[in-house]
């Protein structure tokens, strides 16, 4: 089945830093772009990065542009969020997800992993 795991959250205090994962299976992962969102509680949800198939063309939200690093390693179905300089504002439930498949599609997508920046 088509599944994405996110890992990686925690619990940490302002400028801090965190490195989340995301394993995929049940699909070409190598064939699809990936993104990172996040979302706060009461909050829509947000695109934080993207990268292509390739990792060719990565984007950023204004937000964390200098702060976060999205990469991928399609030999190991995953891609990467490192997050340094952690604000509060950062705090929320960060989900990934394949533009390119259904999963992106559907209502729920799953748990996410929850990132806590606080002191």
């Known amino acids: 089945q088509v599944q994405l795991v996110e890992s990686g959250g925690g619990l940490v205090q302002p400028g801090g830093s965190l490195r989340l994962s995301c394993a995929a299976s049940?699909?070409?992962?190598?064939?699809?772009?990936m993104r990172w969102y996040r979302q706060a509680p009461g909050k829509e949800r947000e695109l934080v990065a993207g990268?292509?198939?390739?990792?060719?063309?990565?984007n950023y939200a204004d937000s964390v542009k200098g702060r976060f690093t999205i990469s991928r390693d399609n030999a190991k179905n995953t891609v990467y969020l490192q997050m340094n300089s952690l604000k509060p504002e950062d705090t929320a439930v960060y989900y990934c997800?394949?533009?390119?498949?259904?999963?992106?599609?559907?209502?729920?997508w799953g748990q996410g992993t929850q990132v806590t920046v606080s002191s």
């Open positions: 049940g699909f070409t992962f190598s064939s699809y772009t």
């Open positions: 997800n394949a533009p390119g498949t259904l999963l992106f599609h559907r209502d729920s």
């Open positions: 990268i292509t198939s390739t990792g060719g063309r990565i």
